[in-house]
């Protein structure tokens, strides 16, 4: 994201009246907007936000899938799939629970805008830089900030699939917990259903920079949906099983116990924090 700005669609949240405030991960995200609803609210409908500001992470290369299966716990995907993803430090501590969506056969994007997305985003970082006997640990493999590559936007809520189906009038969404590629009218995408313990109906839809302005402003055209800027975007993350795990601050321990009973560990003991969490 550009320093001082809140990503391509800057102007359209100025207009809408929007707070602006400091991203943990550079340059400025939304807030909250004058006369916000409040969340509950929004679901009735269909809550509308940009996600530029948040942890927007893209793991790629042909070395990709042994890091990502290295930093998240979760089952390994295939391509087409997303999912909710553990992500582990070293000592079992958790990082994260980003949404991982598997894209290519090399590359896997993450999303996190909860508080702990910049952790997220330095611990990847350190991952792919990481030395092992011989040179990197994990080669061939990259984590870029995906930000400027295509615009992210979540469209949340009971009149969430309602709503995007007036654009994708001659082709399926996707189910549950997949992502594909769509065309919403005139416009290509990349559009994920979120996964159902996501705890809420919803859609994470990927636009050209060149066509987000247009679409944002589309979307806003129907009366039941709602802007909402990150404050609530953060506590919708909080209504996730392991939404109060993510709030805390420092390091943040989970038991093991827990983790499975929230669908978040493999049985393979392959990932970061494995041996840590079995000591």
Request: glycine share 12%.
């Amino acid at each position: 994201m550009s320093a001082g700005r809140a990503g391509i669609l800057h102007d359209e949240h100025l207009l809408l009246g929007a707070h602006l405030a400091d991203s943990d991960l550079g340059g400025l995200a939304v807030a909250s907007y004058a006369g916000e609803k409040d969340l509950g609210s929004a679901l009735e409908g269909a809550l509308l936000a940009d996600l530029s500001g948040s942890a927007y992470l893209l793991v790629s290369g042909p070395g990709s899938p042994a890091l990502s299966r290295a930093a998240l716990a979760g089952r390994a995907l295939a391509v087409g799939e997303a999912a909710f993803e553990a992500c582990l430090a070293g000592d079992g501590a958790l990082v994260s629970v980003p949404l991982a969506l598997r894209t290519g056969d090399g590359e896997t994007v993450l999303l996190d805008p909860s508080p702990r997305g910049a952790v997220l985003a330095g611990w990847l970082g350190f991952l792919a830089g990481l030395e092992g006997q011989g040179g990197r640990a994990f080669p061939d493999a990259e984590v870029t900030d995906a930000s400027e590559m295509l615009v992210a936007l979540l469209l949340a809520g009971d009149a969430a699939e309602a709503v995007l189906c007036d654009y994708a009038r001659t082709e399926p969404l996707p189910p549950a917990g997949t992502v594909a590629p769509t065309h919403l009218d005139a416009i290509g995408a990349l559009v994920a259903r979120l996964p159902e313990d996501a705890g809420v109906p919803g859609f994470v839809v990927f636009v050209p920079p060149a066509s987000a302005r247009v679409l944002w402003r589309s979307l806003l055209s129907f009366n039941e949906v709602t802007p909402v800027g990150h404050e609530a975007l953060r506590a919708l993350a909080e209504r996730a099983p392991w939404g109060s795990a993510l709030a805390r601050e420092g390091r943040c321990p989970v038991a093991p116990d827990e983790l499975r009973r929230w669908g978040l560990l493999r049985d393979e003991a392959d990932y970061v924090g494995a041996r840590a969490l079995e000591g």
